[in-house]
């Protein structure tokens, strides 16, 4: 059997820094998703020269690269947050229990404990 030893307040501090940074993931997805973009809009095309621009723009094997690889790790950047999610709640719910646990113990040995003697006790250790 595993022996569970953590510090609740360790563990909470942990859970809000992570918590903070796991936060930020919109704001780095919104960057990604930007920069994905700008590199897409700045690829070159494969229009040839002195040729009018399709409607709706052109673009060329990179920007069409980049697109696939945008769409190929999508799901993979839709389950970092709620991975990281479910990962707080459970250390969060984990930690409530082993308190619990732990208040559980004091409150049985305290009750075990504030019980009068019984007559066995009563009769001292035996010689």
């Keep these: ?22 936060g930020k993931f919109e704001e780095e997805f919104k960057a990604y998703t930007e920069g994905l973009m700008h590199s897409s809009t700045h690829a070159g095309t494969m229009v040839l020269g002195g040729s009018a ?30 991975r990281t999610g479910k990962s707080l709640t459970g250390a969060r719910l984990a930690t409530q229990e ?5 208040l559980e113990m004091a409150k049985n040995k305290q009750e075990e404990y504030s019980k009068a003697p019984t007559p066995e006790e009563m009769k001292g250790p035996k010689k």
């Design 53 to 82: 621009q399709p409607e709706g723009g052109a673009f060329g094997p990179v920007t069409q690269a980049l697109q696939e690889f945008q769409k190929a790790t999508e799901n993979d950047l839709k389950f970092l947050p709620v």
């Design 1 to 22: 059997m595993s022996k569970w030893d953590i510090q609740p307040g360790a563990v909470h501090g942990v859970l809000n820094k992570t918590a903070e940074s796991g």
């Design 98 to 102: 082993y308190i619990k646990g732990d």
